[in-house]
């Protein structure tokens, strides 16, 4: 149901700090994920491999964890180093290990076969390293299957309708304007978009000077599986040529979003909203922040009630109009990697894993 | 389960002001219900051909309905006339819409096979529509089944226990009294009853002067397939020959109760308690009402706890009194309806519904 | 699934005072307890064999309790005696009742074959009874299957982890304490620990004028089939011997702990902790009433995490560590007995002992 060799985003980087033990479910799967005291990430199985107590009330000790239920004690890779009161411990005691890797500010997990996980695969984006990019990395929390998210955000059209005094400006965005240029790839589809002459959105309007001025704006939707999209959006003075590269008093903007799902019907949201033009201002990016927090919620209102509909009828025939392009291609091409992953390779036995971490 | 070829009541006029997009589940089908600017009522499947996003959550136009989403727009009859940004669209297209009809300030809706809806078939309430008669219109929501609340007004008897301070007025009602009538009817049941040289009940002392004066009393209850409840109350002075027709002095009340399945463990419960006697003065149409409410609410109570008795044991066997003549008379024809329409026609293909409205 | 043919405690006997109608579930059954008039406890079906409707929202008259849907009246056997408005009762009309027993301020109830039920059988706590020991019997409910919490109450290495600040005192316990002897019964097991020269735990400094004095402290275990918990527990002046018996200045205390299923997730808590020198200063034992609240608190946590942990996976499989050896023999005896019970007898038809009441 779910791609299991790739790597997903467990978690930002801030929600680790102070050798927190966060519980993470992710694929379904109970996870520990923390940083130890050497500064590697850490992910466990986040039960107790003796009685299920969650490994995540219990405690750090360097790199390693604690029960806080009997005592017992495992290393970095799951493995069990102590048991107070009993002298043996048996080779092969142990919890499950994640491959896991920091990058950009975000720890990346491995869900499927570690043998696999390569961390030189984990998709870039260097603008969230970049000190001239400034953003508020944030989270939320959906109760909604990821590719509905996936859905939204593969339709700019739901901008005129949805964000209208938001993060859209109008609704005509949706009748004037089309995609240029869809794009299948075999890992995803890049979508780009011009409207051109329009009054800048409400969004935009807010952190520059001149808030009457039209503007030429474009957007550069780019989607990863299993659920990562990018998206470039440019702001240009109208007529002034942008669509030809003159990009002179253009304002842009650098956004990601990670989806990862937490089970079947949720999913945790990462994202960032990043501009490169605010110098020593943070208002701008704060207020960029809370506008796009504005605007996912319209998504998460919606969204969340798709999933509704899907759980009481979860045989709701879907019907695909024009737009639907780009989401169509992406579904089919996680079906078929999906369905690679589960002929190509014996299913991974998860008590196979929980016993080989010694 | 439910029978469908037959008029529910959706909602009250005054639930729908103001183009009120109502998302309503009736018999377990999402519904939105609106009045359209033309003063129609309509009724369409609350989700988006699209991608299923309520219509509830989206705009009226006219006696159209545009989805927020990605701004498909449907007419009343539930066909796509609109997609934003794309020129073609296919004929069929569209939403299930479902018959709908306004009636003594209630708006009917008909579930099962469009082509047998007749609105001539909507049982009439005269006292609804006759200025001559006052009450307060009301709804209340039951985490019950609808058919639970039919049983406990097939019997009087309940009266004693459940509203012995309310709407019942003394236990001795239970013993002392008996139907002078159980009428089995094709469609239902008539219930007849009295109660001599009694106390005036609690709710009807708080309406009349004279507090204290005994009063023969007679109810007339009404069950109409599939759960439509009405109820003739008179009050006359004790010993005045009531019973023989002399109804000098007396006061008299006309109720109805019109359930409907939400689910098969909820239940949507339309309501008014009317009197034609308060003149100018709607202090006694309240005073009714609250209490109403007040017994509703002890009514509520236990019926809420039988459902939560048969969740946890669906099979629970209950056994029959005899005062349950009516109520098992009532679930008899209703059984057997429901076994008639399931025979007598190809069951409703929802699909093909939806694929046919164009 | 659950051991039928024994004695659960049901109720404390303070539950029950001014004629409560108390609702609960064992063994997933719906229960209705109280004590009649008569001073004999009474346990029925809490469902009135007419409608359903929980005779736990009824009235109790003498030894017997009324319906308050339409009044059906049954005796403390079961047998319905009265129905208002019929003259001729069913002989074999009732519900369910239930073997009860009132020993020791508990409410015992036996869920299986009546014919089986013995009061004898019922283990005895004479320290419930006995003047010389206080203590504040008390509730509590978990989210938890109640093996889990034998689990628990099976290893005090959890002590030095779970209670450290409250009841353990400090890990060492867990590392340089062993039971001196695990014995294996054939109806539970029996434990004892010793741990000698320690600082006294927190909950025993509280109550106790030396609060730095080290103390010698032993802990007896006794679990008892289906869950019955009874702690034996002394704190003597360090040194002084008490090991070989000479318990000079020693402090006392003894808790029992039954453990009731509601159903297989969710478990009935009734506990007491009892000491013998607190004389008039009731403070001690409401001292450690809070203390105990404290420690169960902890364990609550765990205990209920753990339970989130198996409803998610019910099929994790838990690995044995030496200290398992009296809940690993415990939970063998367990399935031994329900193996029998399930073999031994018809299993037990619900519908013919209800029908039998008469």
Same mark, same amino acid.
């Given at each position: 149901?779910?791609?299991?060799?790739?790597?997903?985003?467990?978690?930002?980087?801030?929600?680790?700090?102070?050798?927190?033990?966060?519980?993470?479910?992710?694929?379904?799967?109970?996870?520990?994920?923390?940083?130890?005291?050497?500064?590697?990430?850490?992910?466990?199985?986040?039960?107790?491999?003796?009685?299920?107590?969650?490994?995540?009330?219990?405690?750090?000790?360097?790199?390693?964890?604690?029960?806080?239920?009997?005592?017992?004690?495992?290393?970095?890779?799951?493995?069990?180093?102590?048991?107070?009161?009993?002298?043996?411990?048996?080779?092969?005691?142990?919890?499950?290990?994640?491959?896991?890797?920091?990058?950009?500010?975000?720890?990346?997990?491995?869900?499927?076969?570690?043998?696999?996980?390569?961390?030189?695969?984990?998709?870039?984006?260097?603008?969230?390293?970049?000190?001239?990019?400034?953003?508020?990395?944030?989270?939320?929390?959906?109760?909604?299957?990821?590719?509905?998210?996936?859905?939204?955000?593969?339709?700019?059209?739901?901008?005129?309708?949805?964000?209208?005094?938001?993060?859209?400006?109008?609704?005509?965005?949706?009748?004037?304007?089309?995609?240029?240029?869809?794009?299948?790839?075999?890992?995803?589809?890049?979508?780009?978009?011009?409207? !051109? +002459?329009?009054? #800048?959105?409400?969004?935009?309007?807010? $952190?520059?000077? /001149?808030?009457?001025?039209?503007?030429? @704006? =474009?957007?550069?939707?780019?989607?990863?599986?299993?659920?990562?999209?990018?998206?470039?959006?440019?702001?240009?003075?109208?007529?002034?040529?942008?669509?030809?590269?003159?990009?002179?008093?253009?304002?842009?903007?650098?956004?990601?979003?990670?989806?990862?799902?937490?089970?079947?019907?949720?999913?945790?949201?990462?994202?960032?909203?990043?501009?490169?033009?605010?110098?020593?201002?943070?208002?701008?990016?704060?207020?960029?922040?809370?506008?796009?927090?504005?605007?996912?919620?319209?998504?998460?209102?919606?969204?969340?009630?798709?999933?509704?509909? !899907? +759980?009481?009828? #979860?045989?709701?025939?879907?019907?695909? $109009?024009?737009? /639907?392009?780009?989401?169509?291609?992406? @579904? =089919?091409?996680?079906?078929?990697?999906?369905?690679?992953?589960?002929?190509?390779?014996?299913?991974?036995?998860?008590?196979?894993?929980?016993?080989?971490?010694?």
């Amino acid at each position: 149901m779910f791609l299991k060799n790739c790597w997903y985003v467990a978690a930002w980087d801030h929600e680790l700090i102070d050798g927190r033990l966060l519980a993470r479910t992710i694929l379904e799967e109970p996870v520990l994920v923390f940083m130890g005291e050497s500064g590697q990430p850490v992910a466990l199985d986040n039960r107790c491999c003796h009685r299920g107590a969650p490994l995540s009330m219990g405690r750090r000790e360097g790199d390693c964890v604690r029960c806080m239920y009997h005592g017992l004690k495992f290393d970095a890779a799951g493995k069990c180093i102590q048991i107070p009161g009993q002298d043996k411990i048996p080779a092969k005691l142990g919890v499950r290990s994640y491959p896991v890797a920091l990058r950009n500010h975000l720890v990346w997990i491995w869900m499927g076969d570690p043998a696999l996980a390569d961390p030189a695969a984990i998709i870039d984006y260097p603008y969230l390293r970049d000190p001239a990019w400034k953003g508020v990395p944030d989270y939320m929390h959906y109760d909604a299957n990821y590719l509905l998210i996936v859905d939204n955000l593969s339709d700019f059209a739901h901008l005129a309708f949805v964000h209208t005094n938001t993060l859209g400006g109008s609704e005509e965005y949706a009748y004037t304007t089309k995609p240029v240029a869809v794009e299948r790839l075999p890992n995803g589809f890049r979508v780009e978009r011009w409207h !051109l +002459d329009s009054a #800048p959105p409400p969004f935009h309007a807010k $952190v520059i000077r /001149d808030k009457q001025a039209a503007v030429d @704006r =474009r957007n550069i939707g780019h989607m990863h599986l299993p659920g990562i999209f990018f998206l470039e959006t440019l702001f240009a003075p109208a007529g002034g040529g942008a669509r030809e590269g003159k990009l002179e008093g253009a304002r842009q903007y650098r956004n990601c979003q990670f989806m990862t799902p937490e089970t079947r019907r949720t999913t945790h949201f990462f994202w960032n909203y990043l501009n490169d033009f605010e110098g020593d201002d943070s208002t701008i990016s704060r207020s960029l922040h809370a506008s796009l927090i504005e605007g996912f919620m319209e998504d998460k209102a919606l969204i969340e009630a798709q999933q509704k509909v !899907l +759980d009481d009828d #979860p045989d709701f025939p879907m019907v695909a $109009v024009t737009a /639907d392009a780009a989401l169509t291609h992406f @579904r =089919r091409m996680l079906e078929q990697r999906i369905a690679e992953e589960q002929v190509g390779q014996t299913p991974l036995d998860t008590q196979a894993v929980r016993r080989q971490v010694a």
